[in-house]
T-cell receptor, first 115, second 116 residues
Framework: AQKVTQAQTEISVVEKEDVTLDCVYETRDTTYYLFWYKQPPSGELVFLIRRNSFDEQNEISGRYSWNFQKSTSSFNFTITASQVVDSAVYFCALLSNFGNEKLTFGTGTRLTIIP | DSGVTQTPKHLITATGQRVTLRCSPRSGDLSVYWYQQSLDQGLQFLIQYYNGEERAKGNILERFSAQQFPDLHSELNLSSLELGDSALYFC???????????????FGPGTRLTVL
């Protein structure tokens, strides 16, 4: 069975602060993929990043960075110098079970950036 | 813009009715997925089609069905609608390259269904 836990339901920070969104996953597969998607108030789901289970290198893209740690089954997402446009619901997702390509989503974290 | 299109954007209908949601995948993508997002269930996988054939099934009700046509667009049919079917329905697509374990799923803007 697969499971993704995003324990933080809602987070509010003041603009320009850094914020980290937590994601913990469970899977019995040795090969799996982790994703982060952003859902802004307009409703669409925007792909942010994909990470393979055999690549634990952290990634930075502009103000966004991701920390993948297999030892703790976590894939955390940090936004540096947050901006109002970062306000959205962020979903962490897991894909394993090769051949059954469904994404298992966490419940999401609603991030509000206060101007 | 992900390149995945969905129509209609909004749909309001009554209980007992039947509706069809349409999805066009990104150019070149062979796989289409349908997901349902509701307040109580979150984002749930419904069904996947690959190049016209059903590949995987999730928590899809028997009242719901889908198909993928030769031009690769897909339709999700929802019948005997109930109040609880009100949700945001997403379509996603991916390339599914042979020999690769998986590919990123890109999501359309969704269809918001309201059942009154």
């Amino acid at each position: 069975a697969q499971k993704v836990t995003q324990a933080q339901t809602e987070i509010s920070v003041v603009e320009k602060e850094d914020v980290t969104l937590d994601c913990v996953y469970e899977t019995r597969d040795t090969t799996y993929y982790l994703f982060w998607y952003k859902q802004p108030p307009s409703g669409e789901l925007v792909f942010l990043i994909r990470r393979n289970s055999f690549d634990e290198q952290n990634e930075i893209s502009g103000r966004y960075s991701w920390n993948f740690q297999k030892s703790t089954s976590s894939f955390n997402f940090t936004i540096t110098a947050s901006q109002v446009v970062d306000s959205a619901v962020y979903f962490c997702a897991l894909l394993s079970n090769f051949g059954n390509e469904k994404l298992t989503f966490g419940t999401g974290t609603r991030l509000t950036i206060i101007p | 813009d992900s390149g995945v299109t969905q129509t209609p954007k909004h749909l309001i209908t009554a209980t007992g009715q039947r509706v069809t949601l349409r999805c066009s995948p990104r150019s070149g993508d062979l796989s289409v997925y349908w997901y349902q997002q509701s307040l109580d269930q979150g984002l749930q996988f419904l069904i996947q089609y690959y190049n016209g054939e059903e590949r995987a099934k999730g928590n899809i009700l028997e009242r719901f069905s889908a198909q993928q046509f030769p031009d690769l667009h897909s339709e999700l049919n929802l019948s005997s609608l109930e109040l609880g079917d009100s949700a945001l329905y997403f379509c996603a697509s991916s390339v599914d390259r042979p020999g690769e374990l998986t590919d990123t799923q890109y999501f359309g803007p969704g269809t918001r269904l309201t059942v009154l």
